[in-house]
């Protein structure tokens, strides 16, 4: 139940496509979910995070999209960029109570070609 | 601030040595966590510490594990004796109280550990 489920596994995407990464949780309780942006030989990074209860999200070309009912998220990169090319992981946590355990998904990896 | 400092970045070793990684979290941040990150699993929870006291342990894979926070400043991992599976690159992430507004982990940039 603790599981984020992350597909695809790797992505390919020309410069100035959209980028689509998805996760799909099981457990309920999660109330948190960012995505984390990883590059080679570097500790992962925050990009952007919902809570539950908005359905959308954006922050410059970067965008979550929350489905509450089918237990899924979504990271769309706008116009990608080469730059953008790095792994990318979402995440899940319960932030009640303390703390913040996150459980990762398996991660994507993303190049974005010119 | 400097971030989330660890040592060392790269750790060579045999089979059977004891392995200490090192963490220093950004200062003000009441968590810390340990992580481990291989192509197999991807990134796991080891432990993470609430105010120096060790809050969830049961990502530790086994007793060869070790991990302390003797003060709020300083975090260390061990690993005793080391073993070619436990090959990985380590981090260590801090973050501010939930409560305080801001969730984010901030990442250090790891500890790449081959033992051969």
């Known amino acids: 139940q603790q599981q984020v489920k992350q597909s695809p596994q790797s992505l390919i995407v020309q410069k100035g496509g959209i980028s689509i990464i998805n996760c799909a949780y099981e457990?309920?309780?999660?109330?948190?979910f960012p995505w984390y942006q990883q590059f080679p030989g570097k500790g992962p990074a925050l990009l952007i995070a919902i809570r539950p209860d908005v359905s959308e999200k954006k922050e410059g070309r970067f965008t979550i999209s929350f489905n509450k009912s089918a237990k899924q998220f979504s990271l769309h990169i706008m116009d990608s960029q080469p730059g953008d090319s790095a792994t990318y992981f979402c995440a899940a946590s319960i932030l009640t109570g303390g703390g913040n355990k996150l459980t990762f998904g398996t991660g994507t990896q993303l190049k974005v070609e010119l | 601030d400097a971030g989330v400092i660890q040592s060392p970045r790269h750790e060579v070793t045999e089979m059977g040595q004891e392995v200490t990684l090192r963490c220093k979290p950004i200062s003000g941040h009441d968590y810390l966590f340990w992580y481990r990150q291989t192509m197999m699993r991807g990134l796991e929870l080891l432990i993470y510490?609430?105010?120096?006291?060790?809050?969830?342990d049961s990502g530790m894979p086994e007793d060869r594990f070790s991990a302390k926070m003797p003060n709020a400043s300083f975090s260390t991992l061990k690993i005793q004796p080391s073993e070619p599976r436990d090959s990985a690159v380590y981090f260590c992430?801090?973050?501010?109280?939930?409560?305080?507004?801001?969730?984010?982990?901030?990442f250090g940039p790891g500890t790449r550990l081959t033992v051969t």
């Open positions: 457990n309920t309780a999660f109330d948190y």
């Open positions: 510490f609430n105010n120096n006291v060790p809050i969830d």
């Open positions: 992430a801090s973050s501010s109280a939930p409560g305080q507004g801001s969730f984010e982990q901030y």
